[in-house]
């Protein structure tokens, strides 16, 4: 199926390029062409974009750093729409912060830490964007966005809207500005004036992450969402499965809760390797691991 003429002059105005290989902008480097694949600069190019799509039925994955999906080797025929560097500003006013959603949460964790602001040092060393942030409401170290969060302007349906996030909208991984309900354009932060040991708190996280965590291996972060009353990397590794491979895929010696790309695994070795642990798991436990990580294809 090919895109019609009007989608085509879109996707030529709006430098979308084609069959761009899914492996360049996933941290597990996997993933065949993404048959259409833009970086906006504004909320109306984002518009523009889905509207597009839409008149050629052709599906839209909204993505960020890439940094929670596994894409089919095989490629995808949709519309990739990466909110990344184009739209990556951000700025502080007393003890809010503003970003756009392409900045990295890393970046604005540090940079509130060095603005003498406290509340997103658990953030300093996560991969993800602002905007990917919001919709699965990340977090680490007993920290998560929901903690600070306080506005979001967002796509829905073709209109902008900003409003304060209410009761119920975040969860754990779970968010009501997720694609495609929402498309996240940018956030604002209430932090706190740092109490003296913000930049103590980041380096040990800092410190913990490369001690414990593979990160000398492409991965996806965290596998599976922690199952209530348990930890999935504990589980998995009471299962005896750290070091189980399927191809080039493998359950990190290090840290169970991660699956690693050791050397040339192809999407269909993550996925199955996905499959044998929630398997495994479930029959030795009773309890079913859910994938934290996004599949697509």
């Known amino acids: 199926m090919t895109i019609n003429e009007a989608t085509a002059k879109v996707f030529t105005a709006l430098n979308v390029r084609t069959d761009v290989p899914a492996r360049d902008y996933t941290s597990f480097r996997i993933g065949g062409p993404m048959a259409y694949f833009a970086e906006p600069s504004s909320a109306e190019e984002v ?6 799509a839409k008149l050629s039925r052709l599906p839209v994955h909204v993505i960020g750093n890439g940094s929670n999906l ?4 095989k490629g995808v025929r949709a519309l990739f729409i990466r909110i990344g560097g184009n739209m990556s500003s951000f700025r502080f006013e007393g003890n809010f912060l503003t970003a756009e959603a392409g900045a990295l949460l890393s970046v ?13 040092e658990w953030a300093s060393g996560i991969p993800g964007t602002v905007g990917g942030g919001v919709a699965m ?5 007993k920290g998560e966005l929901s903690q600070v969060l306080r506005e979001v302007t967002f796509i829905r349906d073709g209109e902008v809207i900003t409003r304060e996030v209410r009761e119920g909208d975040l969860g754990y991984r779970y968010s009501a500005f997720a694609y495609p309900e929402a498309v996240v354009l940018s956030a604002k932060m209430e932090l706190s004036p740092d109490d003296g040991g913000a ?5 040990d996280y800092t410190a913990r992450r490369r001690e414990k965590q593979p990160l000398e291996y ?3 972060g965290s596998a599976f969402k922690r199952p209530e009353g348990y930890f999935a990397g504990a589980l998995i590794e009471q299962a ?6 399927i191809g080039g895929a493998m359950v990190s010696p290090k840290h169970a809760g991660f699956i690693v790309n050791c050397g040339g695994a192809s999407f269909g ?13 479930y029959e030795k436990f009773g309890v079913l691991l859910e994938p934290e990580v996004k599949i697509i294809g």
Do not use: E, Q, T
């Open 199 to 203: 930049k103590a708190r980041m380096d």
């Open 108 to 120: 604005v964790s540090k940079g509130s830490v060095a603005n003498g602001l406290m509340g997103l």
């Open 269 to 281: 070795d993550v996925a199955a390797l996905i499959c044998f642990v929630r398997a495994d798991v």
């Open 70 to 73: 596994l894409i089919s080797d």
């Open 218 to 220: 492409p991965s996806a």
């Open 47 to 52: 518009s523009a974009l889905i509207d597009a």
């Open 137 to 141: 409401n990340a977090g680490a170290y």
């Open 240 to 245: 005896g499965l750290k070091g189980k491979r």
